[in-house]
């Protein structure tokens, strides 16, 4: 079911066009993830990596790109974006095809040793709390002491006002930046449906959307409650470090104290459950800019 480079590119380059409609400020927003990552790995030779809902490799071709020396691992479920990435950016990660949160997934990443970070961008918002609160446990349970999850994502303020203001700039944003005028993702799947080289992909593809049928969707959950949930987790510090609308990277913290126990890859630690559901690290920044 592989694709050829040449196709593989053609729909990679137009997957990231079509990205920018949805996501504000989006090479800015990687290029955040990789200001927090230089930072947190400052002192670690060969980071180990993890992209979560990797798609055809966006983000861990950036990271690959400012970190060679990182090892990067990919994951995600949907077949056609896994093929394209491993086609298209093959040296940037290993990947691996795993249903986030699901029983077992920790396993098939195959690490052997800590995490130094888990990254993500527009891939969590599909979970349910309950499996947000599963995963953000398996991640804490993987991470080094003082490794860090940095998610940049769309996240809804806690007060509906607030929220409503916050998507009503970020519109804006893209529509400034002419990223209104970008094919839609839907338009994407359409074209890509009459692409002969992916018709087995698509097959299987369909195919786990029949399977999962009812299990995702944007879930809309709250900056407070990402943070909550995350501390329940067991990690020590969440806050915010850019923001533009309601488009965020949210970084959270293990404690320099806690972490993964190796060996990495064996059955999960729950992570002790915080009592604390309070938001004081959730400080405000300045729209569009950095702290």
């Known amino acids: 079911m592989g694709v050829s480079m040449a196709t593989a590119r053609v729909w990679v380059e137009r997957w990231e066009r079509q990205q920018e409609r949805y996501a504000v400020d989006r090479e800015e927003r990687f290029t955040v993830i990789g200001d927090v990552l230089e930072h947190t790995t400052a002192d670690h030779d060969r ?30 479920m949907d077949p056609v974006l896994l093929e394209l990435g491993r086609t298209h950016h093959a040296d940037a990660a290993r990947y691996v095809d795993t249903v986030i949160g699901e029983e077992g997934w920790v396993e098939t990443l195959g690490l052997e040793r800590p995490l130094d970070a888990a990254v993500s961008t527009t891939a969590l918002h599909y979970l ?41 700039v970020g519109r804006r944003r893209t529509e400034r930046a002419g990223g209104s005028s970008r094919e839609d993702w839907r338009s994407w799947w359409d074209a ?12 299987e593809r369909r195919r786990r959307h029949a399977d999962h049928a009812g299990s995702g969707g944007d879930e809309q959950v709250t900056v407070g409650r990402h943070a909550a949930l995350l501390r329940q987790a067991g990690f020590a510090h969440v806050m915010p ?46 729209t569009g800019r950095h702290p």
């Open 47 to 76: 980071p180990l990596l993890l992209d979560l809902g990797c798609g055809p490799g966006s983000l861990a071709a950036r990271l690959a790109g400012r970190f060679p020396d990182a090892e990067i691992v990919a994951t995600d």
């Open 241 to 286: 470090v850019w923001q533009f609308g309601d488009s965020a990277v949210l970084v959270a913290v293990m404690d320099h104290r806690r972490g993964a126990r190796p060996p990495v890859g064996a059955r999960q630690r729950e992570a002790t459950a915080s009592e604390s559901q309070t938001h004081e690290d959730l400080v405000p920044v300045v």
């Open 128 to 168: 349910p709390e309950p499996a947000l609160l599963r995963t953000y446990r398996a991640l804490a349970s993987l991470l080094r002491p003082g490794g860090v999850l940095v998610n940049g994502d769309h996240f809804p303020p806690d007060v509906v006002t607030c929220s409503e203001l916050t998507a009503h």
């Open 192 to 203: 890509a449906a009459r692409e002969p080289e992916l018709a087995d992909l698509l097959a």
